[in-house]
Antibody, heavy 117, light 110 residues
C-alpha cells in the first residue's frame, strides 16, 4: 500500500526557513515524479513544485520561485522542500503527492506550516 | 498564471446528476488532455477521481465521469449520494510545465 508521510511543519517567523520532508513507502519511489501542493486555511489547492524521477526536471510556481527548493533522495525514498524567506502568505498545509501530468494519484496527510511573528 | 475557473458551489438531490465545469485557456485545459479532478472532504487529503480528462483510477465509482470541450473541462457525478458531498478541484498541466488548479467547487447534496 502506498504511503506518503510529511513532516517538518511548524511555526516560523517571517523571513525564516523550514525544511519539509516526505517519506514514501509501498511503491518504487524512484519511478515517479513527486510534487508539493499546499492549501492555505479555508482556501483551495495550490501547486507548489514538481520534481521528475531522477531530478532532471524541476518546476516551481511563480509564488515560490527563488525561495523554495525541491529535492529528493531516491536511496532514502524521500522528498524534500527547503523553504526560505518565508512569508505570512506561505501559511498552509503542505501535501506531498505522487505523479505529474497524469494526475496526483496518492497524497500524504499534510503538514501545517504557520508563518507568524 | 491564473487559476482555472470553477463555480463556487453546486447542489443536487440524491439520485440526480450534477456537472461541475472548469474553464481555462488554450495554454492549459484546451491545449492538453492532462485534466484531473480531485475530491476533498473536510480535514482530509484530496483524492484523485479523474485523470487525463476522462480516465478513472482503480476503485473510483463509475458514477464519476469527465469530459472536455475546447477550453472547458467537466466533471459529472450521476446518481448523487450523500457521501459525494465534498469540495471538487480540477487541475491541468500547462504549456509552461506547471500545474494549475481550479478554485474549487463545494458540492452540497440536498
Amino acid at each position: 500500500e502506498v504511503h506518503l508521510v510529511e513532516s517538518g511543519g511548524g511555526l516560523v517567523k517571517p523571513g525564516g526557513s523550514l525544511r519539509l520532508s516526505c517519506a514514501a513507502s509501498g511503491f518504487t519511489f524512484s519511478c515517479c515524479s513527486m510534487n508539493w501542493v499546499r492549501q492555505a486555511p479555508g482556501k483551495g489547492l495550490e501547486w507548489v513544485s514538481s520534481i521528475s524521477s531522477r531530478s532532471s526536471y524541476i518546476y516551481y510556481a511563480d509564488s515560490v520561485k527563488g525561495r523554495f527548493t525541491i529535492s529528493r533522495d531516491n536511496a532514502k525514498n524521500s522528498l524534500y522542500l527547503q523553504m526560505n524567506s518565508l512569508r505570512a502568505e506561505d501559511t498552509a498545509v503542505y501535501y506531498c503527492a505522487r505523479g505529474f501530468t497524469e494526475g496526483f494519484d496518492f497524497w500524504g496527510q499534510g503538514t501545517l506550516v504557520t508563518v507568524s511573528s | 498564471q491564473s487559476a482555472l475557473t470553477q463555480p463556487a458551489s453546486v447542489s443536487g438531490s440524491p439520485g440526480q446528476s450534477i456537472t461541475i465545469s472548469c474553464t481555462g485557456t488554450s495554454s492549459d485545459v484546451g491545449g492538453y488532455n492532462y485534466v484531473s479532478w480531485y475530491q476533498q472532504h473536510p480535514g482530509r487529503a484530496p483524492k484523485l477521481m479523474i485523470y487525463d480528462v476522462s480516465k478513472r483510477p482503480s476503485g473510483v465509482s463509475n458514477r464519476f465521469s469527465g469530459s472536455k470541450s475546447g477550453n472547458t473541462a467537466s466533471l459529472t457525478i450521476s446518481g448523487l449520494q450523500a457521501e459525494d458531498e465534498a469540495a471538487y478541484y480540477c487541475s491541468s498541466h500547462t504549456s509552461y510545465s506547471i500545474v494549475l488548479f481550479g478554485g474549487g467547487t463545494k458540492l452540497t447534496v440536498l
